[in-house]
């Protein structure tokens, strides 16, 4: 079995932006109905009131559903990667920065093949787009038989973008190690219509995709881990 890690910063930082937005909404409702019963006038203190909440409460609902569908991802994907033999660590939730340039993994993994950049969407209904696309469309069934459309950024150029600042984090700790990339799609309904080698869904396929032919020996993959935990300045 493999062993999981979870690095500060990255559920924590989510939680921490819930927590903010709520205490923002919060903030802004008791001034405005402090204002209300201090002032004359109110009535507008009161409508402002409602008007603050009203704009608060559908964009916190967005942010908690965001939240609470990247953590069920998430929560597959280390799942999953349990599952590999022993030897191998799984980093989750990894701050990373390599010359000026900053990004969060959502998992990555160290093994005897080297490192695998793993990003994690648990999108459902359809998605389609191209491997070059900027953004991708991801159609899915909404309430009253209406469908809704939205675009996401294309997972695939977020990943190869990440294996970059993690190869070269590893160069500048003179760590000279495979790198490569993975993009799970975690929900197994969604419906992928797009063609790109990092795509992978299914447990199983997720952890072929980690695993490489043996290169590394035990040290290098412990100076691997540390040089990741180091680009991250977690400790």
Request: proline residues 4%; aromatic residues 6%.
């Amino acid at each position: 079995m493999a062993r999981l890690k979870h690095c500060r910063g990255g559920t924590r930082a989510l939680l921490a932006g819930l927590w903010a937005g709520l205490a923002a909404a919060s903030v802004l409702c008791s001034c405005a109905l402090a204002g209300a019963w201090l002032s004359e006038t109110w009535r507008i203190w009161l409508l402002c009131a409602a008007a603050v909440c009203a704009a608060a409460c559908p964009c916190l609902g967005a942010a908690i559903r965001r939240f609470a569908s990247g953590r069920e991802g998430e929560k597959r994907a280390e799942a999953a990667l349990k599952g590999l033999p022993q030897g191998y660590v799984v980093l989750c939730n990894v701050p990373m920065q390599a010359h000026g340039r900053r990004t969060e993994l959502d998992a990555a993994v160290v093994g005897p093949g080297g490192v695998c950049v793993v990003e994690v969407k648990h999108y459902a209904g359809d998605i389609f787009g191209t491997e070059q696309a900027a953004a991708w469309r991801q159609t899915r069934p909404g309430r009253g038989g209406r469908h809704i459309e939205k675009n996401v950024t294309n997972p695939v150029a977020q990943n190869r973008r990440q294996v970059a600042i993690v190869r070269a984090a590893l160069q500048n700790a003179g760590e000279i190690c495979p790198v490569w990339g993975a993009v799970y799609f975690s929900n197994p309904h969604a419906r992928v219509h797009v063609r790109a080698p990092e795509l992978v869904q299914g447990e199983a396929a997720l952890r072929r995709a980690v695993c490489g032919p043996e290169r590394l020996s035990r040290g290098q993959q412990r100076s691997a881990v540390q040089a990741l935990l180091s680009a991250g300045r977690v400790h």
